[in-house]
């Protein structure tokens, strides 16, 4: 397994050329590592999907604040190997903060108004960090399928708009989130949880559910939905609301009423509400969606 982790971006250049020369379809995983049943899944779907597998571990310091997590964000690379390894990687990239933002390094990537809004409102540097980090990673791993769990859904909709306003040859494929038995979505951050917080974090997928409900007997206010989702939040007494929205799938434009699904004509996805929220419990932030029929 060790010949298959590298931390040097141009040997894994290097290493995809050659293995592009071969005619393969490359798919990549990117990761932070702490590696739980969601990021395998991801892999899983590579594998599926594409001919070599590139799983990337960095905990990339720009998409983090001065104030939040990073210096305590979880770090078990010896276990992520473990899984990677039953998994069967082809490679997996390891890079450092030096050999990722070398000394003189001085280039970003923003996409502007799907960044602006929920967690760029929350987080204002947070997807400038994370934009310019995939970039590189997929220009290193010159991947042709790249693939993002659904759970940062916002995450999703502003790597997909940088690789086509960008003209990047690879596709974004977006897979279903991965939830605990109980419902909570899988996150790396779930670790943080105390058990009081973690018996109390369900309001978070039981107000989707519940949203999808009310839709399904006949609501099509947005206001009203929102409002019974924050309601019920509300009942547990360790949450800290950051947003509860409903928005346009492909824009992420906060609607008045459910929609009808619809193509949209400027990137040919089918448009369609999706609900996003924010919430803290104790000094654990979590977010979490659902797509709306």
Do not use: W
Request: include cysteine; charged fraction near 25%.
């Amino acid at each position: 397994m060790e010949h298959r982790v590298i931390d040097d971006p141009q040997v894994v250049q290097k290493k995809m050329i050659a293995v592009r020369q071969l005619g393969k379809l490359i798919g990549v995983v990117p990761t932070m590592g702490a590696l739980h049943e969601g990021h395998l899944s991801l892999v899983r779907q590579a594998k599926r999907d594409t001919d070599f597998v590139v799983v990337t571990i960095f905990v990339n310091p720009t998409q983090f604040a001065p104030h939040e997590d990073f210096d305590q964000y979880p770090r078990t690379l010896e276990r992520d190997l473990e899984l990677l390894q039953e998994l069967d990687v082809d490679l997996i990239f390891t890079p450092t903060n030096e050999t990722m933002y070398p000394a003189g390094y001085d280039t970003q990537v923003e996409v502007i108004e799907l960044a602006k809004r929920f967690e760029g409102a929350s987080r204002p540097t947070h997807y400038r960090g994370v934009t310019t980090v995939v970039l590189k990673l997929l220009n290193i791993t010159l991947a042709d399928v790249a693939f993002f769990g659904q759970k940062d859904y916002q995450q999703c909709c502003v790597i997909k708009k940088m690789a086509t306003d960008l003209n990047l040859p690879v596709i974004i494929t977006v897979c279903p989130t991965v939830r605990e038995p109980n419902g909570l979505a899988m996150s790396s951050r779930n670790r943080y949880l105390a058990p009081e917080e973690r018996t109390q974090v369900l309001v978070l997928s039981q107000s989707l559910t519940m949203a999808q409900e009310l839709i399904d007997n006949g609501e099509r206010a947005t206001v009203k939905i929102c409002r019974k989702m924050r309601e019920l939040i509300e009942t547990s007494p360790l949450a800290k609301i950051d947003y509860i929205a409903i928005v346009d799938s492909v824009t992420l434009e906060e609607l008045t009423e459910i929609p009808a699904c619809r193509k949209n004509h400027s990137s040919g996805d089918i448009s369609r509400a999706v609900a996003l929220l924010a919430v803290r419990f104790g000094s654990t932030r979590l977010i979490d969606n659902a797509m709306l029929i």
